[in-house]
């Protein structure tokens, strides 16, 4: 355990809290409007429950802090910088929450995000900060020029 870094702490609890995140209300619909509902429901809807692809999307992003303290516990050796593929996984999460949350939201008329959302967003943000701290203290191998 003395391997592990503060930093890898806060991506897993970042992570941690994205699968919790997915439970809370990510949409909520307007009591005043018979025609606000996303998917024939009304009121707080969870993300677990709107979106059935992305839950799970989101639960294999979360788990991308918990392989890099594998990776980094078990001390296995990489051809990256460790924490780059939880970069990439991390931003791919941000711009799939983003886009389903305000772009291509559930409903079309009175439907507001939530809680639920915000704190997935808050989740992979921070989930690209710990990786992105964890890949810039990792040292590259130098390669002669001209080789691959």
Do not use: C
């Not at 005043?32 to 839950?55: A, E, K, M």
């Not at 001390?75 to 593929?85: F, N, T």
């Not at 008329?109 to 967003?121: H, M």
């Amino acid at each position: 355990m003395g391997r592990l870094r503060g930093t890898e702490l806060v991506g897993m609890a970042a992570g941690a809290l994205l699968v919790a995140a997915l439970f809370m209300p990510w949409y909520g619909t307007d009591a005043s409007n018979s025609h606000s509902q996303v998917h024939g429901r009304t009121g707080s809807i969870s993300g677990w429950d709107v979106h059935p692809i992305l839950r799970w999307l989101m639960v294999a992003a979360a788990s991308a802090p918990f392989v890099l303290a594998w990776i980094i516990l078990r001390g296995h050796a990489l051809s990256w910088a460790r924490g780059e593929m939880t970069i990439v996984t991390s931003v791919a999460a941000f711009g799939l929450v983003a886009y389903n949350g305000f772009v291509d939201r559930p409903g079309e008329i009175g439907v507001s995000p939530r809680v639920g959302l915000f704190a997935a967003l808050v989740a992979t943000v921070t989930m690209v900060g710990a990786a992105a701290k964890r890949s810039s203290e990792s040292e590259r191998p130098r390669k002669p020029p001209g080789t691959i």
